[in-house]
C-alpha cells in the first residue's frame, strides 16, 4: 500500500497540486491533481491510495483538463456539439472523456444548437449581407442538424431578405459601371443568388431598381463599348454593314435598341 506523502502547490498554478509518494522505500513524486480533484477525493497527507485509486485520480484530473479545455475554447464564442467535439478530438481527448464532458456540458447549458443558430441568424441578419439559404448553409457546416438550420432562418423574413437585399444593389448602381443596365441586373441577380437570397426577394428586388436606372451612366457605358467596338470593325466594314454589325454586337451586350440607335446616329454618322 502506498500513502501520499507530501502535497505542494505548484509554483505557477496555484489551483494544481503534486502528490509526493511513499511505498516503503522512500518518497517520491506521483502525480498532479486540480483543487477540485483533491477537495472531491479530500486528498491529505498520510492517505493510503491502492493502485486502483491512483489511476482513478489520474484519469480524474485528465478529464478535468479536457473538460477545462473546452470550457476555454467555449469562453471566445458560442459553439456547435460538433464543434466541440471536433475541438476536444483534435487535442486527442479520449473518447470516453469526451462523451462526458459533451453530457456535462449540455447539463450545464453550455452547448444547444438551437440557441446556438437562433444567435447565428441573428448576428448574421445585423452584420453580413448574406441570405438565408447561405446562413442554413454555415449553420449546417458546423454541424448543426437542417431541421434545427430551417427553424433558426424562419426569423428572416422576406421584409428583412427584401430590405437587406435592396440596400446592397442599391449601393452597387451608385458605382460606376461599364456595362449595360441589361448585364448590370444579370450579374446582380447571380451575386444575390451565390448570396442565397431566394427567388421571390431577388425578383422584387430587381423590378424594384428599374425605378433607380441610371440614364447618364448607361450612355456613358455604351460610349465605352461603343467606341472600342467602332475601331475594332470600322476597317472591315462601312456604311448599312458597319451599323449592322455595330447594332448587334451592342445588342449583345445587353444595351437597348433605342440607345443602340441614338449612339450610332451619333458615332457613325460622325466617323463616316
Excluded: C
Aim: aromatic share 8%.
Amino acid at each position: 500500500m502506498t500513502e501520499i506523502a507530501r502535497i505542494t502547490t505548484q509554483k505557477k498554478r496555484k489551483n494544481r497540486y503534486n502528490i509526493f509518494l511513499d511505498d516503503g522505500h522512500g518518497e517520491k513524486y506521483g502525480f498532479s491533481v486540480d483543487e477540485s480533484v483533491l477537495i472531491e477525493y479530500k486528498l491529505r497527507k498520510g492517505l493510503e491510495l491502492d493502485d486502483s485509486m491512483v489511476t482513478t485520480l489520474i484519469q480524474k484530473d485528465t478529464l478535468h483538463k479536457s473538460y477545462t479545455l473546452a470550457i476555454n475554447y467555449l469562453s471566445y464564442r458560442m459553439r456547435t456539439k460538433k464543434e466541440i467535439y471536433d475541438y476536444l478530438t483534435k487535442k486527442e481527448v479520449d473518447e470516453e472523456h469526451i462523451t462526458k464532458i459533451m453530457d456535462k456540458l449540455h447539463a450545464e447549458n453550455l452547448i444547444d444548437d438551437t440557441q446556438f443558430a437562433e444567435a447565428f441568424v441573428e448576428t448574421r441578419i445585423h452584420t453580413s449581407n448574406k441570405g438565408p439559404r447561405l446562413v442554413k448553409k454555415e449553420l449546417m457546416e458546423k454541424g448543426v442538424t437542417a431541421q434545427i438550420a430551417d427553424q433558426a432562418v424562419e426569423k428572416y423574413s422576406f421584409d428583412l431578405q427584401f430590405e437587406k437585399a435592396q440596400k446592397w444593389t442599391s449601393k452597387k448602381l451608385q458605382q460606376q459601371s461599364k456595362h449595360s443596365y441589361k448585364q448590370l441586373l444579370q450579374s446582380l441577380q447571380a451575386t444575390l443568388m451565390q448570396k442565397g437570397f431566394s427567388q421571390d426577394v431577388i425578383k422584387e428586388v430587381l423590378a424594384d431598381m428599374k425605378d433607380e436606372k441610371d440614364d447618364d451612366a448607361q450612355w456613358t457605358a455604351i460610349q465605352h463599348h461603343g467606341e472600342k467596338l467602332l475601331r475594332k470593325h470600322e476597317r472591315k466594314f462601312s456604311g448599312f454593314s458597319l451599323r449592322n454589325k455595330m447594332k448587334e454586337a451592342l445588342y449583345k451586350k445587353g444595351f437597348s435598341i433605342d440607345l443602340i440607335n441614338t449612339f450610332l446616329d451619333e458615332s457613325i454618322n460622325e466617323s463616316n
